[in-house]
């Protein structure tokens, strides 16, 4: 009897585990099946090399073993994936390999370089579709600007490939006989890259492809809330390190959240950092890379303004003011978040930018006449609305503009503000764009005449004054702020002249 009784509690205790077992693997068939990676309609994230489950660190092989984060689409807020992030220990690991592959990297001559970056383009080309696909997924922005941030990357990496041939100093006239005076730029080695929510692929790839052509290593944490992009990114960048026979830490990632991100600021051995973000979370990057003597290009954020004149033509207005305040649902730098207008045609513009705005196709990202996308997060959807209700408290309402009378009154209203990133002004009359771009006009980085204050091109150094930053990434001589400076000074004679003249015998 006893035996029997021990036998049936042991077949019992069997299938209750059993049961528990399959429970388990249940409820993990079921949060795996919910995924929109493991879903038909977005097979093609797999494309990507993207899995369910993927791994956050990539310093030449891939890794990560901290937080395990979920990745949510913000336009139906399901989990897409899931990205394992860094731990300190393993972005002391990271730092260290990533030094380690500079000593390589900056032995290749420039122009070398810039074959590796331009393989890089050419591998952003070929996935350019599926990757813009990603990143409206995973941020938020319609479909065409997805694969236009995309395209900025490439852009970069072909001025990038040209600048390989052309970064260098000046031979300055020496006042020393059989002297030669010369400025040698050379990389200043660990570029760490910190970018976020709103382009996570376009920042990076202004740093990235210039960072690289300079001699630089990267070392790149993209935003806790676009993992899925960085990680995608990183793979393209890799193979084409690997299949060059090149250290992938050249390139290396690792996400995190703020942990990571403090770790970069304070490190010594990042020898410059870029910081895209807030101005309140760039003030505190800006101190701890400060507290180091260390190097820093910010990019923050913007309070940009529309300035409308009574000569502008309103057919160039409309379009632009509602592309630059709706485009990316209004969560680029450069959008449009003051408009000014001359007391003249302050009526006019209101009544036809409320017709505009009703026309505003809002809805699915992916669906081809969507205009307006939703928020990156739900944070920002309360941020939103708050600020509307605040407007409203203040005596505005949904539709309003503000008026002015002089030149004078709405340039001084355009730099009355603590930021200075993008603005424009929409006139005919040449005299007051060349005051506008003068002196006591704009105090912004980006001025312009007749266009949105939104859509730089990547020729342009990108950046802004005051509490913008006044970092500069991209084209022009933004190369600069990736390379130290030396001024040399090479005796050929046989003599010891000195500078000024003077004699010491």
Same mark, same amino acid.
């Given at each position: 009897?006893?035996?029997?009784?021990?036998?049936?509690?042991?077949?019992?205790?069997?299938?209750?585990?059993?049961?528990?077992?399959?429970?388990?693997?249940?409820?993990?068939?079921?949060?795996?099946?919910?995924?929109?990676?493991?879903?038909?309609?977005?097979?093609?994230?797999?494309?990507?090399?993207?899995?369910?489950?993927?791994?956050?660190?990539?310093?030449?092989?891939?890794?990560?073993?901290?937080?395990?984060?979920?990745?949510?689409?913000?336009?139906?807020?399901?989990?897409?994936?899931?990205?394992?992030?860094?731990?300190?220990? !393993?972005?002391? /690991?990271? $730092?260290?390999?990533?030094?380690? #592959?500079?000593? +390589?990297?900056?032995? *290749?001559?420039? %122009?070398?370089?810039?074959?590796?970056?331009?393989?890089?383009?050419?591998?952003?080309?070929?996935?350019?579709?599926?990757?813009?696909?990603?990143?409206?997924?995973?941020?938020?922005?319609?479909?065409?600007?997805?694969?236009? !941030?995309?395209? /900025?990357? $490439?852009?970069?990496?072909?001025? #990038?490939?040209? +600048?390989?041939?052309? *970064?260098?100093? %000046?031979?300055?006239?020496?006042?020393?006989?059989?002297?030669?005076?010369?400025?040698?730029?050379?990389?200043?080695?660990?570029?760490?890259?910190?970018?976020?929510?709103?382009?996570?692929?376009?920042?990076?790839?202004?740093?990235?492809?210039?960072?690289?052509?300079?001699?630089?290593?990267?070392?790149?944490?993209?935003?806790?809330?676009?993992?899925?992009?960085?990680?995608?990114?990183?793979?393209?960048?890799?193979?084409?390190?690997?299949?060059?026979?090149?250290?992938?830490?050249?390139?290396?990632?690792?996400?995190?959240?703020?942990?990571?991100?403090?770790?970069?600021?304070?490190?010594?051995?990042?020898?410059?950092?870029?910081?895209?973000?807030?101005?309140?979370?760039?003030?505190?990057?800006?101190?701890?890379?400060?507290?180091?003597?260390?190097?820093?290009?910010?990019?923050?954020?913007?309070?940009?303004?529309?300035?409308?004149?009574?000569?502008?033509?309103?057919?160039?207005?409309?379009?632009?003011?509602?592309?630059?305040?709706?485009?990316?649902?209004?969560?680029?730098?450069?959008?449009?978040?003051?408009?000014?207008?001359?007391?003249?045609?302050?009526?006019?513009?209101?009544?036809?930018?409320?017709?505009?705005?009703?026309?505003?196709?809002?809805?699915?990202?992916?669906?081809?006449?969507?205009?307006?996308?939703?928020?990156?997060?739900?944070?920002?959807?309360?941020?939103?609305?708050?600020?509307?209700?605040?407007?409203?408290?203040?005596?505005?309402?949904?539709?309003?503009?503000?008026?002015?009378?002089?030149?004078?009154?709405?340039?001084?209203?355009?730099?009355?503000?603590?930021?200075?990133?993008?603005?424009?002004?929409?006139?005919?009359?040449?005299?007051?764009?060349?005051?506008?771009?003068?002196?006591?006009?704009?105090?912004?980085?980006?001025?312009?005449?007749?266009?949105?204050?939104?859509?730089?091109?990547?020729?342009?150094?990108?950046?802004?004054?005051?509490?913008?930053?006044?970092?500069?990434?991209?084209?022009?001589?933004?190369?600069?702020?990736?390379?130290?400076?030396?001024?040399?000074?090479?005796?050929?004679?046989?003599?010891?002249?000195?500078?000024?003249?003077?004699?010491?015998?």
């Amino acid at each position: 009897m006893q035996r029997c009784l021990t036998l049936t509690l042991a077949r019992h205790t069997r299938l209750l585990l059993r049961s528990k077992f399959a429970l388990v693997q249940c409820q993990q068939w079921v949060a795996m099946s919910s995924l929109l990676i493991n879903q038909p309609k977005y097979v093609w994230l797999k494309e990507l090399g993207l899995s369910e489950d993927n791994p956050g660190v990539y310093n030449g092989s891939w890794g990560g073993s901290g937080e395990v984060i979920t990745s949510y689409c913000p336009a139906n807020n399901e989990p897409i994936a899931r990205v394992t992030q860094a731990t300190l220990a !393993e972005y002391e /690991e990271t $730092v260290q390999k990533t030094k380690e #592959a500079w000593k +390589l990297w900056a032995d *290749i001559p420039a %122009p070398k370089r810039g074959e590796i970056v331009r393989q890089i383009g050419d591998a952003l080309r070929k996935k350019i579709k599926v990757l813009g696909s990603l990143v409206s997924l995973e941020m938020g922005k319609i479909y065409v600007e997805g694969v236009g !941030e995309v395209q /900025e990357y $490439v852009d970069v990496c072909d001025y #990038a490939v040209g +600048l390989s041939r052309m *970064i260098g100093g %000046p031979i300055l006239p020496s006042e020393r006989p059989g002297h030669a005076l010369i400025e040698q730029w050379n990389p200043v080695g660990l570029v760490g890259i910190i970018t976020a929510f709103n382009f996570p692929v376009a920042v990076y790839g202004w740093n990235n492809a210039i960072a690289l052509t300079c001699g630089n290593v990267c070392l790149w944490k993209g935003a806790p809330t676009t993992p899925l992009t960085s990680v995608a990114v990183t793979k393209i960048v890799a193979e084409v390190l690997e299949q060059n026979n090149l250290p992938g830490a050249i390139c290396s990632m690792t996400c995190g959240g703020a942990d990571i991100g403090t770790a970069m600021a304070k490190d010594e051995r990042v020898d410059l950092l870029s910081f895209t973000g807030s101005t309140h979370v760039g003030k505190m990057v800006a101190m701890m890379v400060q507290e180091r003597f260390g190097r820093k290009l910010l990019e923050l954020g913007g309070n940009n303004a529309i300035i409308v004149f009574e000569d502008a033509d309103l057919n160039l207005v409309v379009p632009s003011a509602v592309f630059a305040s709706v485009g990316t649902a209004g969560q680029r730098c450069t959008t449009t978040r003051r408009l000014m207008l001359h007391e003249s045609v302050h009526d006019t513009v209101v009544e036809r930018l409320a017709k505009a705005y009703k026309q505003v196709r809002i809805g699915d990202p992916w669906d081809p006449s969507t205009l307006y996308g939703p928020l990156h997060t739900k944070q920002a959807v309360e941020q939103y609305l708050a600020a509307i209700e605040q407007a409203k408290q203040q005596g505005g309402t949904v539709v309003c503009g503000g008026k002015f009378k002089t030149e004078e009154e709405a340039f001084a209203w355009n730099n009355e503000v603590k930021q200075g990133l993008s603005s424009s002004i929409f006139t005919k009359d040449l005299g007051r764009v060349f005051r506008w771009l003068g002196p006591k006009g704009s105090d912004c980085g980006i001025v312009n005449v007749n266009i949105p204050t939104s859509g730089a091109e990547i020729g342009g150094a990108f950046g802004g004054e005051k509490h913008t930053g006044g970092g500069r990434e991209s084209g022009s001589d933004s190369w600069k702020q990736y390379m130290r400076r030396s001024t040399c000074t090479i005796n050929y004679s046989k003599d010891l002249p000195l500078a000024q003249g003077i004699k010491f015998e």
